[in-house]
């Protein structure tokens, strides 16, 4: 199949606009015209992973973690980012990065922490704001159903566990079409009155386009009248971090070893046990420590993800519990989403896990 097919599933999956904006998610390396075969997934794109893709015949690496973050001024090979890429060009690779817009999508890479946690009740821990918009189209009743039905298809009406969601209101339309006109109702030079439906409908901005175009397709007029208002609601289904609760509170001890077996991981850096059982739990996968506040704010007992300084544990000032498992540790189970998501997608596509650990840090028990 060409590239670009599996790189819009995967930006429809996860869009990139809602990455970071210090991220490179997206097309790193390649052509989307190209015809792919084989694809290796892995957590960061390093040489070891680039000839394993050689000797496995794969055309294409989908990592976690872009190669490039910063611009490259230079392609010499004076350093590992600028030999994977010159690697990967000369062996007809393409490198695509699904980051920070993985992060930020409900199920996304929290959301496959929360799986292996067990984790029910769950929700984005700081949802994104200025990401949804509000479109009122007015449209004769008549012709409602089928121009509804064509911005929900596109989109549109989509709040939470619900679709097709909009408000409805009657009024009367009026208009005077001119003599360049071809009105679908009514007479050149006369003002005409409609009975029209008003229909109000959230959506997200990423869909904006497909939204509109299918609105124009679908309406009957031949000049579309529609208004569209940026919203500050939060949108709960795109954000940072996750929260859910345990089905039955553990101690402390109790769950941080829980934590290491389901998580498969041998060391926790943790702050003190404090006096409560653990039901509510707070993940982020990668560097978190900047929803700690929101982890207290939303009441969570334990809050897991990785990279905290050692000022930054102090922060937790007796309100929760801090248990740093690793970078590479809490985003480890990314690779396996990922394989789960484009063999459902593409069940005839050739797609295997890495064999390499690219964890950088090591231990020494």
Do not use: W
Not at 21 to 45: P, T, W
Request: contains cysteine.
């Amino acid at each position: 199949m060409k590239l670009k097919e599996l790189t819009q599933f995967l930006e429809e999956y996860a869009p990139l606009n809602y990455q970071e904006s210090y991220d490179n998610s997206g097309l790193i390396v390649g052509n989307n015209d190209d015809e792919i075969n084989k694809a290796l997934i892995c957590l960061d794109c390093t040489e070891a992973v680039v000839d394993e893709a050689i000797k496995e015949n794969c055309d294409v690496i989908i990592a976690h973690h872009p190669i490039v973050f910063k611009g490259l001024k230079k392609l010499n090979g004076k350093n590992y980012v600028e030999r994977v890429i010159i690697k990967a060009i000369k062996n007809s690779i393409a490198l695509y990065a699904v980051h920070t817009n993985l992060d930020n999508v409900f199920n996304g890479v929290n959301g496959k922490i929360c799986d292996k946690l067990d984790l029910i009740n769950r929700s984005i821990l700081s949802p994104k704001k200025e990401n949804l918009k509000k479109l009122a189209i007015y449209v004769p009743i008549q012709h409602a159903d089928s121009v509804k039905e064509a911005i929900f298809k596109a989109g549109a009406g989509k709040i939470g566990n619900y679709a097709n969601c909009s408000f409805n209101t009657i009024g009367n339309g009026t208009f005077k079409a001119n003599k360049n006109a071809t009105p679908f109702v009514g007479e050149q030079d006369k003002l005409h009155h409609e009975e029209e439906l008003k229909v109000e409908v959230i959506f997200d901005v990423v869909h904006q386009t497909k939204i509109l175009n299918a609105l124009v397709q679908s309406h009957p007029y031949e000049e579309v009248a529609f208004d569209i208002y940026p919203l500050d609601n939060l949108n709960l289904q795109i954000g940072s971090g996750m929260i859910g609760e345990l089905a039955n509170e553990l101690e402390p001890e109790e769950f941080l070893l829980s934590l290491k077996k389901k998580m498969n991981i041998s060391v926790i850096r943790h702050t003190n046990f404090l006096n409560t059982k653990i039901k509510k739990v707070a993940v982020c996968g990668g560097s978190g420590s900047f929803l700690l506040n929101n982890a207290i704010l939303a009441g969570a007992d334990v809050f897991i993800t990785a990279d905290f300084k050692y000022h930054e544990f102090f922060d937790a000032d007796g309100k929760i519990l801090i248990a740093d498992i690793g970078h590479f540790e809490s985003e480890q189970f990314t690779q396996d989403l990922l394989l789960e998501i484009i063999t459902e997608n593409f069940p005839n596509f050739a797609i295997r896990l890495t064999e390499h650990n690219t964890n950088p840090i090591k231990y020494l028990s």
